[in-house]
């Protein structure tokens, strides 16, 4: 089992920056990737960026140059720093956790909204 609680959301104005983290707890050391995805209002949950135990790391085209997903094994956590942010950044944000086998974890999502 996996907990996930994410934090770091906020309001802010277009051209800023943002760092969301989420805290693992539970067992992190089974986690084989964690992911930060995006839902916005009528749309689909989409993926942001993820990074594997290795450190292989991937991002949505929309946000490559701007975001930087990093992981912290000693502190159970995996962050994503938002840059240049724009107003079609806005939606709530949730932290993933696979591990081989087992349903994907979620945490409770934080708001991120970008003001033009």
């Known amino acids: 089992q996996v907990q996930l609680v994410e934090s770091g959301g906020d309001l802010v104005q277009a051209g800023g920056s943002l760092r969301l983290s989420c805290a693992a707890s539970?067992?992190?050391?089974?986690?084989?990737?964690m992911g930060w995805y995006r839902q916005s209002p009528g749309k689909q949950r989409e993926l942001v960026a993820l990074?594997?135990?290795?450190?292989?790391?991937n991002y949505a085209d929309s946000v490559k140059g701007r975001f930087t997903i990093s992981r912290d094994n000693a502190k159970h956590t995996v962050s994503l720093q938002m840059d240049s942010l724009k107003p079609e950044d806005t939606a709530v944000y949730f932290c993933?956790?696979?591990?081989?086998?087992?349903?994907?974890?979620w945490g409770q999502g934080t708001q991120v909204t970008v003001s033009s």
């Open positions: 993933n956790a696979v591990i081989p086998g087992r349903p994907w974890y």
């Open positions: 539970g067992n992190f050391f089974a986690i084989n990737a």
């Open positions: 990074i594997t135990r290795g450190n292989a790391t």
